[in-house]
């Protein structure tokens, strides 16, 4: 889904471009606070000084192929976004335990919705539009990873997108 959009609801899903970064940059902080909030120990806020900046850098070198970097746009306003790459199949498949591994995936790295957007419908948007374009490059599966701490985002990906668990993964602070 290069350059064309997806609609619904009043919400309209594109691909991020030079211009989308205040708005990435107001989300990404609202997903820090909330996440802070869950889990102080993981999540932060991040440093609101040259964040803005650094979304517009992102967006200007834009994604290596295969990346995929959507928003969502709401009465004018970025409500949120997603991004992830399609990983082709490994080389050393026939030697892996998974067989995920033979087939080329969409690994989605972030979803993020603004506070005042979240259970609206622009994650739902989001998702359909990255699995779509990850469909229209070949994956044949979808990953990602959440907070298992989330009330949130669990009954979103088993429920509402029909994601299964498959892995947990574990920390442990060391100093």
């Known amino acids: 889904m290069a350059a064309d959009a997806r609609q619904g609801q009043d ?4 691909a991020a471009r030079p211009g989308d970064g205040a708005g990435c940059a107001a989300v990404w902080a609202d997903a820090g606070r909330h996440l802070e909030e869950l889990d102080p120990e993981l999540g932060h806020e991040p440093e609101a000084g040259g964040l803005a900046a650094w979304f517009e ?19 004018g306003q970025v409500a949120g976004f997603v991004s992830g790459a399609v990983e082709p199949p490994l080389a050393s ?3 892996q335990l998974q067989r995920d591994l033979a087939a080329p995936r969409l690994v989605v790295g972030a979803l993020v919705v603004r506070g005042d957007q979240r259970r609206s419908g ?17 994956a044949r599966v979808a990953t990602l990873d959440t907070s298992l701490r989330s009330p949130l ?20 602070r060391l100093a």
């Open 122 to 138: 622009v994650g739902t948007a989001l998702m359909h539009a990255v699995e779509d374009a990850g469909r229209s490059l070949g």
């Open 57 to 75: 850098g992102q967006l200007a070198e834009g994604r290596p192929a295969p990346g995929l970097w959507l928003v969502a746009i709401r009465d």
């Open 153 to 172: 985002s669990v009954p979103f990906y088993e429920r509402r997108m029909g994601y299964t668990r498959r892995a947990v993964i574990f920390r442990k």
């Open 11 to 14: 919400i309209t899903v594109r």
């Open 93 to 95: 498949a026939r030697w």
